[in-house]
Protein backbone atom coordinates (compact mmCIF):
# COMPACT_ATOMS: atom_id res chain seq x y z
CA UNK A 1 0.00 0.00 0.00
CA UNK A 2 1.74 3.12 -1.42
CA UNK A 3 2.04 6.43 1.06
CA UNK A 4 2.98 9.50 0.16
CA UNK A 5 5.63 9.64 -2.26
CA UNK A 6 8.03 12.66 -2.54
CA UNK A 7 11.11 13.36 -5.24
CA UNK A 8 13.56 13.83 -5.31
CA UNK A 9 14.76 12.23 -1.79
CA UNK A 10 17.79 14.68 -1.60
CA UNK A 11 19.10 17.14 -3.77
CA UNK A 12 21.86 19.31 -4.08
CA UNK A 13 22.34 22.77 -5.77
CA UNK A 14 23.78 25.98 -6.10
CA UNK A 15 22.40 28.92 -4.91
CA UNK A 16 20.42 30.55 -7.53
CA UNK A 17 19.02 28.01 -8.86
CA UNK A 18 15.35 26.71 -9.35
CA UNK A 19 14.13 24.27 -6.94
CA UNK A 20 11.20 21.83 -7.46
CA UNK A 21 9.82 19.33 -5.02
CA UNK A 22 7.20 17.02 -5.79
CA UNK A 23 4.85 14.95 -3.84
CA UNK A 24 1.87 12.59 -4.78
CA UNK A 25 -0.28 12.28 -1.79
CA UNK A 26 -2.12 8.86 -1.14
CA UNK A 27 -5.12 7.79 -3.26
CA UNK A 28 -8.27 9.09 -2.14
CA UNK A 29 -6.70 11.47 0.33
CA UNK A 30 -8.48 15.13 -0.20
CA UNK A 31 -5.82 17.34 1.61
CA UNK A 32 -2.44 17.64 1.14
CA UNK A 33 0.40 19.95 3.91
CA UNK A 34 3.98 20.90 3.23
CA UNK A 35 5.99 21.15 5.86
CA UNK A 36 9.69 21.97 6.38
CA UNK A 37 12.22 21.20 9.07
CA UNK A 38 15.44 23.04 10.18
CA UNK A 39 17.00 22.55 12.84
CA UNK A 40 16.63 26.47 14.02
CA UNK A 41 12.83 26.21 13.70
CA UNK A 42 11.81 22.61 13.87
CA UNK A 43 8.52 21.52 11.85
CA UNK A 44 7.15 24.15 10.05
CA UNK A 45 3.77 23.85 8.04
CA UNK A 46 4.13 25.82 4.75
CA UNK A 47 1.36 25.34 2.92
CA UNK A 48 -1.77 23.48 3.26
CA UNK A 49 -4.66 22.15 0.22
CA UNK A 50 -7.82 20.84 0.54
CA UNK A 51 -9.75 19.41 -2.35
CA UNK A 52 -6.86 21.01 -4.45
CA UNK A 53 -7.41 24.33 -3.39
CA UNK A 54 -4.49 26.09 -1.12
CA UNK A 55 -6.34 26.98 2.04
CA UNK A 56 -3.73 28.76 4.18
CA UNK A 57 -0.49 29.75 2.73
CA UNK A 58 0.60 31.83 5.60
CA UNK A 59 3.87 29.58 6.24
CA UNK A 60 5.29 30.20 2.88
CA UNK A 61 8.20 32.29 3.73
CA UNK A 62 8.45 34.66 0.79
CA UNK A 63 7.57 34.81 -2.68
CA UNK A 64 10.55 32.76 -3.81
CA UNK A 65 8.15 30.23 -2.86
CA UNK A 66 5.55 28.81 -4.67
CA UNK A 67 3.23 25.82 -4.32
CA UNK A 68 0.48 24.16 -6.39
CA UNK A 69 -1.78 21.10 -6.84
CA UNK A 70 -3.00 20.40 -10.49
CA UNK A 71 -5.21 17.46 -9.63
CA UNK A 72 -5.78 15.67 -6.36
CA UNK A 73 -2.61 13.51 -7.05
CA UNK A 74 0.16 15.71 -7.30
CA UNK A 75 1.73 18.65 -6.11
CA UNK A 76 4.85 20.70 -6.23
CA UNK A 77 7.05 23.14 -4.05
CA UNK A 78 9.24 25.13 -6.08
CA UNK A 79 11.88 27.40 -4.87
CA UNK A 80 13.07 29.90 -7.49
CA UNK A 81 15.68 31.14 -6.72
CA UNK A 82 16.74 28.83 -4.05
CA UNK A 83 19.56 30.49 -1.35
CA UNK A 84 21.35 28.61 1.26
CA UNK A 85 18.83 29.38 4.14
CA UNK A 86 16.13 27.06 2.26
CA UNK A 87 18.24 24.21 3.30
CA UNK A 88 15.94 22.28 5.28
CA UNK A 89 13.96 18.71 5.06
CA UNK A 90 10.84 19.32 3.05
CA UNK A 91 7.91 17.04 4.30
CA UNK A 92 4.64 16.67 2.01
CA UNK A 93 2.15 15.03 3.88
CA UNK A 94 -1.84 14.07 3.20
CA UNK A 95 -5.02 13.14 4.67
CA UNK A 96 -8.68 12.50 4.42
CA UNK A 97 -10.36 15.50 5.61
CA UNK A 98 -7.92 18.04 7.68
CA UNK A 99 -7.87 16.34 10.74
CA UNK A 100 -4.36 16.15 12.40
CA UNK A 101 -4.35 12.92 13.87
CA UNK A 102 -4.95 11.00 10.25
CA UNK A 103 -1.71 12.82 8.39
CA UNK A 104 0.30 11.32 6.90
CA UNK A 105 3.62 12.28 6.09
CA UNK A 106 6.11 11.09 3.33
CA UNK A 107 9.99 10.67 3.52
CA UNK A 108 11.11 14.50 2.93
CA UNK A 109 12.92 15.64 0.66
CA UNK A 110 16.35 16.54 2.23
CA UNK A 111 17.51 19.95 0.25
CA UNK A 112 21.09 21.28 0.25
CA UNK A 113 21.53 24.86 -1.40
CA UNK A 114 25.15 25.61 -1.66
CA UNK B 1 8.55 33.29 19.11
CA UNK B 2 8.21 29.45 19.88
CA UNK B 3 4.73 28.59 20.76
CA UNK B 4 5.19 25.17 21.51
CA UNK B 5 8.25 24.53 23.20
CA UNK B 6 9.89 20.69 23.87
CA UNK B 7 12.97 22.03 26.62
CA UNK B 8 14.97 18.90 26.44
CA UNK B 9 16.47 17.94 23.19
CA UNK B 10 17.22 14.38 24.44
CA UNK B 11 16.38 11.60 26.78
CA UNK B 12 17.87 8.27 27.82
CA UNK B 13 15.90 5.87 29.96
CA UNK B 14 16.61 1.99 30.55
CA UNK B 15 14.38 -0.30 29.04
CA UNK B 16 11.58 -1.45 30.90
CA UNK B 17 11.82 2.29 32.69
CA UNK B 18 8.92 4.90 32.37
CA UNK B 19 9.76 7.55 29.71
CA UNK B 20 8.47 11.30 30.17
CA UNK B 21 8.15 13.91 27.36
CA UNK B 22 7.51 17.24 28.15
CA UNK B 23 5.57 20.11 26.26
CA UNK B 24 4.63 23.58 27.03
CA UNK B 25 2.61 25.88 25.06
CA UNK B 26 2.10 30.13 25.01
CA UNK B 27 -1.20 30.21 22.81
CA UNK B 28 -4.20 29.50 25.00
CA UNK B 29 -6.14 29.27 22.07
CA UNK B 30 -4.61 25.94 21.18
CA UNK B 31 -7.08 23.62 21.96
CA UNK B 32 -6.19 19.79 20.37
CA UNK B 33 -2.63 18.35 21.41
CA UNK B 34 -0.86 15.53 19.33
CA UNK B 35 2.65 13.66 19.71
CA UNK B 36 4.47 12.08 16.37
CA UNK B 37 7.05 9.92 16.45
CA UNK B 38 9.89 10.23 13.54
CA UNK B 39 12.52 7.76 13.11
CA UNK B 40 15.55 8.83 11.12
CA UNK B 41 15.02 8.93 7.43
CA UNK B 42 11.73 8.52 7.34
CA UNK B 43 8.58 10.67 7.95
CA UNK B 44 6.81 11.76 11.43
CA UNK B 45 3.79 9.06 12.35
CA UNK B 46 1.03 9.83 14.79
CA UNK B 47 1.17 8.30 18.03
CA UNK B 48 -1.48 10.02 20.20
CA UNK B 49 -3.65 12.93 20.61
CA UNK B 50 -5.70 14.68 22.83
CA UNK B 51 -8.05 17.44 23.37
CA UNK B 52 -8.54 20.62 25.67
CA UNK B 53 -11.67 19.05 27.02
CA UNK B 54 -9.63 16.18 29.01
CA UNK B 55 -6.64 15.87 30.73
CA UNK B 56 -5.76 12.11 30.00
CA UNK B 57 -5.89 9.93 26.84
CA UNK B 58 -4.35 6.62 27.27
CA UNK B 59 -3.58 4.05 24.50
CA UNK B 60 -1.38 0.77 25.52
CA UNK B 61 1.69 1.85 26.60
CA UNK B 62 1.46 5.57 25.72
CA UNK B 63 -0.59 7.77 27.88
CA UNK B 64 -0.47 11.95 27.30
CA UNK B 65 -1.29 14.35 29.93
CA UNK B 66 -2.71 17.73 29.76
CA UNK B 67 -2.84 20.53 32.09
CA UNK B 68 -4.05 23.79 30.38
CA UNK B 69 -3.77 25.73 33.84
CA UNK B 70 0.07 25.64 33.43
CA UNK B 71 -0.05 25.03 29.77
CA UNK B 72 1.43 22.10 29.91
CA UNK B 73 1.71 18.29 28.20
CA UNK B 74 3.59 15.04 28.79
CA UNK B 75 3.68 11.76 26.94
CA UNK B 76 4.56 8.90 29.21
CA UNK B 77 5.79 5.71 28.03
CA UNK B 78 5.78 2.60 30.19
CA UNK B 79 7.71 0.33 29.91
CA UNK B 80 9.79 1.66 27.32
CA UNK B 81 11.17 -0.46 24.89
CA UNK B 82 14.35 0.02 22.56
CA UNK B 83 12.26 0.37 19.36
CA UNK B 84 10.53 3.61 21.47
CA UNK B 85 13.61 5.28 20.07
CA UNK B 86 13.18 8.24 18.34
CA UNK B 87 12.50 11.66 17.68
CA UNK B 88 9.40 12.83 19.69
CA UNK B 89 7.35 15.99 17.94
CA UNK B 90 4.58 17.80 20.61
CA UNK B 91 1.91 19.58 17.95
CA UNK B 92 -1.02 21.81 19.01
CA UNK B 93 -3.34 22.90 16.54
CA UNK B 94 -5.69 25.63 17.53
CA UNK B 95 -8.55 25.10 15.53
CA UNK B 96 -9.86 21.47 16.93
CA UNK B 97 -8.44 18.80 14.92
CA UNK B 98 -6.28 19.75 11.72
CA UNK B 99 -3.73 19.12 10.02
CA UNK B 100 -2.15 23.20 10.63
CA UNK B 101 -0.28 22.38 13.31
CA UNK B 102 2.49 23.75 15.43
CA UNK B 103 5.29 21.45 16.14
CA UNK B 104 7.65 21.37 19.27
CA UNK B 105 11.75 21.36 18.38
CA UNK B 106 11.64 17.72 19.09
CA UNK B 107 13.25 15.19 21.78
CA UNK B 108 15.02 12.53 21.17
CA UNK B 109 14.62 9.64 22.85
CA UNK B 110 16.88 6.91 23.46
CA UNK B 111 15.80 3.45 25.48
CA UNK B 112 18.88 1.34 26.51
CA UNK B 113 18.68 -2.50 26.63
Known amino acids: DAGVIQSPRHEVTEMGQEVTLRCKPI?????LFWYRQTMMRGLELLIYFNNNVPIDDSGMPEDRFSAKMPNASFSTLKIQPSEPRDSAVYFC????????????FGEGSWLTVV | DQQVKQNSPSLSVQEGRISILNCDYTNSMFDYFLWYKKYPAEGPTFLISISSIKDKNEDGRFTVFLNKSAKHLSLHIVPSQPGDSAVYFC????????????FGQGTTLQVKP
Open chain 2, 91 to 102: AASGSGNTGKLI
Open chain 1, 27 to 31: SGHNS
Open chain 1, 93 to 104: ASSLGVAGNTIY
